[in-house]
């Protein structure tokens, strides 16, 4: 409790609820708990990112903010079926999907576009205007968090108690070899 459930969840609703400013994410390369870059008001990507979600593949439940973050974001047939399959979303994927804003070449590039979107949103507006217009974008996520990810991360951190959840690396690192076919595949026109 101290450690999963207490700091998870204070984790998010921290993110969401008590940072108001505007905020810019940056998702470079692979990763897993990418809710935490897609709660961002603004999300960059690299080309090289990908993700997929790995709860349900490795006999977890995922209620830990990340179902609140894909199923908001794809869609819930989409996230369902993400969910459920493992699916690998590339950086083209989830610029698709709506997940995230813009595609940059590399993490260099990605950082230096955050800076320039900083410096436009601070220009824009004043410190009052981007304070409350930040209230007013986040206000769905805040509804879906507070509704939603205390119940559904006590029943992760439940399930995860009474069943074998195998936290191996082998899942992750078949998800890299899959994700590395997926980005081929795109480059050559395909989607997959």
């Known amino acids: 409790y101290d450690y999963q459930y207490y700091d998870g969840t204070n984790d998010i609703e921290g993110q969401v609820f008590d940072v108001e400013v505007p905020t810019i994410g940056v998702w470079n390369g692979a990763a897993f708990h990418t809710d935490l870059v897609l709660f961002s ?7 090289d990112a990908w993700t997929t979600e790995m709860h349900y593949r490795v006999n977890m439940v995922p209620g830990d903010g990340i179902q609140i973050a894909w199923r908001e ?3 819930r047939k989409r996230y369902a079926y993400a969910e459920l399959t493992g699916e ?3 950086a083209r994927k989830a610029l698709e999907l709506g997940m995230v804003n813009e595609i940059c070449e590399d993490t260099e590039a990605a950082y230096a576009r955050a800076r320039e979107i900083a410096e436009l949103i601070m220009c824009a507006g004043t410190r009052q205007t ?6 007013q974008l986040r206000k769905p996520w805040k509804e879906e ?3 939603e990810v205390r119940n559904a991360f006590a029943t992760e951190m ?3 108690a009474t069943e074998h959840s195998p ?3 082998s899942f992750w690192e078949w998800a890299h070899e899959e994700a590395e076919l997926v980005k081929a595949a795109e480059k050559n026109g395909k989607v997959i």
């Open 41 to 47: 008001d603004i999300t960059l990507c690299t080309e």
């Open 73 to 75: 974001l794809m869609g």
């Open 88 to 90: 690998i979303i590339t």
């Open 130 to 135: 981007r304070r409350l217009t930040v209230q």
């Open 145 to 147: 968090i507070a509704n």
């Open 158 to 160: 439940w399930n995860t």
């Open 167 to 169: 936290h191996t690396v």
